[in-house]
């Protein structure tokens, strides 16, 4: 995947995005609100599971199809290729960062910080990695070369194409903008 990760293209993608936040054309952190909100809604379907599972009760199914209708209408907002791969890889991609965020919070809690620190690294990976995917920096079929390090634990990498994907991210996307 690193050699199809055009550098050039990156930065003019990032001055592109500049340009558009300085004539107040682009207001990504309205998006990036609605990517948490849809990560939070993986997760709601996920305990919905869960919870029918355990408390051997149908109705949370019910809720379960709601909550993924509602899931489902928002994500069509964001992924604009709503067939094949592209959509169902970004879903996933969110869903692993918010699970990967929840389990670097729970060691912060226990006072593992340094996994937490490498969880949470993990968790904006796949994050970056999905505004990779939506921004159209990379075509979707290169993601099959990617390697199992995305979420190893132990991989320690600063460079290459996931952080390239976070440095995008951190210099357009702005959560901060009211």
């Given at each position: 995947?690193?050699?199809?990760?055009?550098?050039?293209?990156?930065?003019?993608?990032?001055?592109?995005?500049?340009?558009?936040?300085?004539?107040?054309?682009?207001?990504?952190?309205?998006?990036?609100?609605?990517?948490?909100?849809?990560?939070?809604?993986?997760?709601?379907?996920?305990?919905?599971?869960?919870?029918?599972?355990?408390?051997?009760?149908?109705?949370?199914?019910?809720?379960?199809?709601n909550i993924r209708e509602i899931r489902k209408s928002l994500l069509k907002k964001?992924?604009?290729?709503?067939?094949?791969?592209?959509?169902?890889?970004?879903?996933?991609?969110?869903?692993?960062?918010?699970?990967?965020?929840?389990?670097?919070?729970?060691?912060?809690?226990?006072?593992?910080?340094?996994?937490?620190?490498?969880?949470?690294?993990?968790?904006?990976?796949?994050?970056?990695?999905?505004?990779?995917?939506?921004?159209?920096?990379?075509?979707?079929?290169?993601?099959?070369?990617?390697?199992?390090?995305?979420?190893?634990?132990?991989?320690?990498?600063?460079?290459?194409?996931?952080?390239?994907?976070?440095?995008?991210?951190?210099?357009?996307?702005?959560?901060?903008?009211?």
């Amino acid at each position: 995947m690193k050699e199809k990760i055009d550098n050039k293209k990156i930065q003019e993608l990032i001055e592109k995005f500049s340009d558009l936040k300085k004539e107040n054309k682009l207001d990504l952190s309205t998006d990036e609100d609605l990517v948490l909100a849809i990560m939070n809604l993986v997760s709601i379907e996920e305990h919905f599971f869960f919870t029918a599972e355990k408390a051997a009760d149908k109705k949370y199914y019910d809720l379960l199809k709601n909550i993924r209708e509602i899931r489902k209408s928002l994500l069509k907002k964001l992924v604009k290729n709503s067939q094949g791969e592209e959509w169902c890889i970004s879903k996933h991609l969110l869903a692993g960062s918010m699970r990967l965020m929840e389990v670097g919070t729970k060691e912060l809690g226990r006072g593992k910080k340094k996994d937490a620190y490498e969880f949470f690294e993990k968790a904006y990976e796949l994050y970056s990695l999905f505004w990779g995917i939506n921004f159209k920096v990379i075509p979707v079929d290169d993601l099959k070369k990617i390697d199992g390090r995305v979420i190893n634990k132990s991989d320690k990498s600063k460079n290459g194409a996931f952080a390239k994907f976070k440095d995008l991210v951190k210099k357009v996307v702005d959560c901060c903008i009211e």
